[in-house]
């Protein structure tokens, strides 16, 4: 008898699925965009998902199981790893904030660099674990000479990441970064973000108020950003690397809004300059070669496509006060 051939994209979702499947995975940041995607994917291919927050409340279940902590407490993040003992670490709690404003500077340090060095020092003891960072594009990249990072939000990444690259020359430790893009999809509650704040105002009747559009962005759909985790958590080669996690396409801020407009088929127009231009903004641009060599990943939602699906989430969801069953 004979049987039709299998693709070699079936085959690697069975080794995925095979890879995940009874793994203990600890999941940081579990509340947040990418990270509630992560998990319900996770929970999805079998993993045993340990799911971390640092307040209580109801959240959707996958069949994860939820802990209380925070990250920026070494003795709080030696104890849950000590108890989940996991095989990968997703670590995506985060502060994210683009502004530049120097009340920002202690906050970005304490939630986006104390969080990575105590995880890392943790897993110093447990050989074997591996670690996976949410990074991102607002980093200077080597070879950028002396270039300042653009934040307080972009210069806590930066430093993380090397003290990551620290951790794995000197400690052997498994650690891979992912310098993300900017990040789009359903489920996104923080309306001050671009696409969010986009849709919803033309959803409803509404002239969103914007700098001038020009900034290049590089827009790359979650449920890529989530392919990507996964394979930096399941390809060995990966330990010791950073990867950049876009679509390495240029797309100004005035041409997506105006692509949402033409998928909302809202007339009210955009106010472009009503808000100032944020200093030291560039294009940040993925190079997303290595990761297509090495992690065996590509993004596979083009920009059009990936804001009618997030459309359609926010016109079913108007009201994002809360976590949403994505």
Not at 114 to 135: D, F, K, Q, W
Request: glycine residues 10%.
């Amino acid at each position: 008898m004979l049987t039709a051939p299998v693709s070699a994209d079936t085959l690697a979702e069975d080794q995925e699925d095979l890879h995940w499947h009874g793994a203990s995975v600890l999941v940081t940041g579990a509340t947040g965009f990418i990270g509630a995607h992560l998990v319900r994917r996770l929970g999805a291919l079998g993993a045993r998902v340990h799911a971390v927050s640092r307040t209580p409340g109801k959240k959707a279940g996958h069949g994860e199981t939820w802990h209380v902590a925070d990250v920026g407490d070494a003795e709080a993040v030696e104890s849950l790893v000590g108890s989940v003992r996991p095989a990968v670490v997703f670590h995506l709690a985060s502060e994210v904030a683009g502004a530049r404003d120097p009340r920002l500077v202690r906050p970005m340090l304490e939630s986006n660099l104390a969080g990575a060095v105590n995880l890392l020092t943790t897993v110093t003891a447990r050989p074997g674990t591996r670690v996976v960072l949410a990074g991102s594009l607002e980093e200077p990249r080597p070879g950028e000479g002396e270039a300042a990072p653009s934040s307080p939000y972009a210069v806590a990444k930066w430093a993380a990441s090397g003290y990551a690259r620290m951790f794995h020359e000197l400690w052997d430790v498994a650690v891979t970064i992912l310098r993300i893009g900017m990040v789009y999809g359903p489920g996104q509650n923080d309306t001050t973000k671009l696409v969010p704040y986009v849709t919803l105002s033309l959803l409803r009747g509404e002239e969103p108020c914007l700098g001038s559009g020009t900034r290049l962005l590089d827009w790359v759909y979650v449920d890529d950003v989530v392919d990507a985790f996964l394979a930096a958590g399941r390809v060995p080669e990966a330990a010791g690397r950073s990867f950049d996690i876009g679509t390495g396409t240029r797309t100004s801020i005035r041409d997506t809004v105006e692509l949402l407009g033409r998928i909302v088929g809202s007339p009210p127009r955009p106010r472009y300059g009503a808000l100032s231009d944020r200093p030291l903004d560039s294009a940040r641009i993925a190079d997303i070669a290595p990761a297509a060599e090495t992690l065996r990943w590509r993004p596979g939602v083009g920009l059009e496509e990936g804001l009618r699906r997030t459309v359609a989430w926010y016109a079913k969801h108007p009201e994002t006060d809360g976590p949403h069953d994505i």
